[in-house]
């Protein structure tokens, strides 16, 4: 049985710093222009030598609407067209790259993100698929993990049938908050009943996996309202859960510049928000699978950690971790045996590079030995809550309290403070410090700086 978890408000105020969510180490801060397209090419080259087995990531970055409150890399325009010229440069981008893959290399995973990839029309969603599928080598018998981002006010039964039909098998619906006083401040209007009809949809449709995104720290909100979102989605019983701390950046996403700071709720009531969701989703049976989500005993994330399988990568907790991670599309991240690179953020750069017959791959880094150790501690422990040092030392060859020798003071003050058990052998997370995992993650992660900090949300 997975270790509960336990509500600490004293640990928390101590230890609630800004940190990364780790969906990769080093992360995405890191990343500098020294990786050249060359440098992608030569290591999904090692991967086709390798034999690895794939996981693809679209990005569409359209958007019909804006949403004040998000930071993803969008483009929000009500001219539908321009859809044509991105999937255009998205073929080209999937021909350059399967070019120097193998046919023996499935994609075990496929996951459409954005923006909203709904915007596109279902004909477009076909050509997309044919696309991939004409690239790359797709599963068609249903056995992998095929998930989709969805908008319910983009998609109707209608939608749900022709991306079943296509082989999405997982699905993902962004509600974020049910108050209508809390949408309106956001711009997102969006009712229940929307939501549950394409959830009835994906049900009678047999899609495996459904998850649900919520957002605590919208402005209007208070702990008595969110409350009610979470009771009302629970009823609905996804098989998991997200519930992300609302990180207020202005200063970096402009359509957060349309929040009035005013109507923020304090962190005190953030923190009742979260504490009220924890106990609310552990009541209903969802286990913390970490990093604000939750599933269901049953779900194939809370199998995987039972079973110690459980990874994390740039598509969040996964069980396809040793795949090789393909990014396709603008600001796309691909994750390719020890290399991260990502395309370029800029949609007009992107397109002309791709129309050039040139991968669009403007960032990234080459992990060194010393990243590979840090990632392997940080994903044991952000995934599983325990580590057994010996693990890293017969996989690496060190010493691991002498190779982290520099941590073991802040280590044994969390051991004090009943974060961890820390012994001779391991550490262990302790209920106290299941929901703090990114400040013990963050000790041993070697580019953490009060500058870095600043780029990152609150952990709580």
């Keep these: ?94 021909e350059l790259v399967s070019a120097h893959l193998g046919p023996d ?89 929307q939501t549950q009809a394409v959830m009835d949809a994906a049900r009678t449709l047999a899609y495996r996996s459904i998850n649900i995104d919520l957002i605590y720290g919208l402005p209007k ?7 009610r979102t ?30 009035n700071s005013a109507d923020l709720p304090s962190p005190a009531q953030k923190l009742e928000m979260f504490e009220n969701s924890v106990r609310q989703l552990l009541a209903a049976g969802y286990r913390y699978i970490g990093m604000d989500h939750f599933a269901l005993p049953d779900d194939s994330l809370s199998i995987a950690q039972e079973n110690g399988e459980l990874q994390r990568n740039f598509q969040g907790y996964t069980t396809h971790g040793h795949c090789d991670l393909i990014g396709l599309g603008v600001s796309s991240i691909s994750q390719v045996g020890d290399l991260y690179c990502q395309n370029s953020s800029d949609l007009k750069v992107y397109q002309e590079r791709l129309q050039a017959d040139e991968l669009a791959t403007q960032r990234g880094l080459v992990c060194h030995s010393d990243d590979i150790i840090r990632r392997a501690v940080i994903s044991q422990l952000i995934c599983h809550f325990q580590l057994q040092f010996s693990d890293i030392e017969s996989r690496f060859g060190i010493d691991f309290p002498e190779y982290f020798a520099s941590c073991l003071p802040m280590l044994e003050q969390m051991a004090r403070d009943g974060l961890i058990i820390l012994t001779p052998g391991g550490i262990r997370v302790m209920a106290a410090g299941r929901l703090l995992v990114r400040s013990i993650c963050m000790l041993f992660d070697v580019y953490q700086s009060d500058a870095s900090q600043q780029r990152f949300s609150r952990i709580i």
Aim: aromatic share 10%.
């Design 1 to 94: 049985m997975l270790p509960t978890i336990r509500w600490d408000a004293d640990l928390i105020r101590r230890y609630d710093h800004a940190g990364p969510r780790y969906t990769s180490y080093p992360t995405a801060v890191q990343f500098h222009d020294g990786v050249k397209p060359a440098d992608f090419l030569h290591a999904i080259d090692a991967s086709r030598e390798a034999g690895r087995q794939l996981s693809l990531y679209v990005h569409v970055p359209f958007c019909a609407n804006i949403c004040y409150y998000c930071a993803c890399n969008k483009v929000i325009t009500k001219d539908r067209s321009r859809a044509r010229e991105y999937l255009a440069s998205l073929q080209r981008e999937m």
């Design 105 to 193: 290399q499935v994609v075990e995973q496929l996951h459409f993100g954005g923006g909203t990839p709904t915007f596109l029309s279902h004909q477009e969603l076909r050509e997309l698929m044919a696309g991939l599928r004409s690239q790359f080598n797709l599963r068609d018998d249903d056995i992998g993990d095929y998930s989709i981002e969805i908008d319910p006010r983009e998609a109707d039964w209608s939608t749900m049938g022709l991306l079943r039909e296509l082989g999405f098998n997982r699905v993902s619906f962004g509600v974020q908050d049910l108050d209508p006083e809390v949408q309106r401040a956001v711009n997102r209007l969006q009712t229940l009943e």
């Design 221 to 227: 909100q208070t702990p008595e309202s969110f409350a």
């Design 230 to 259: 979470v009771e009302a989605i629970i009823a609905l019983k996804p098989d998991r859960l997200s519930v992300f701390n609302y990180a207020h950046l202005p200063e970096r996403f402009m359509p957060q510049r349309r929040i």
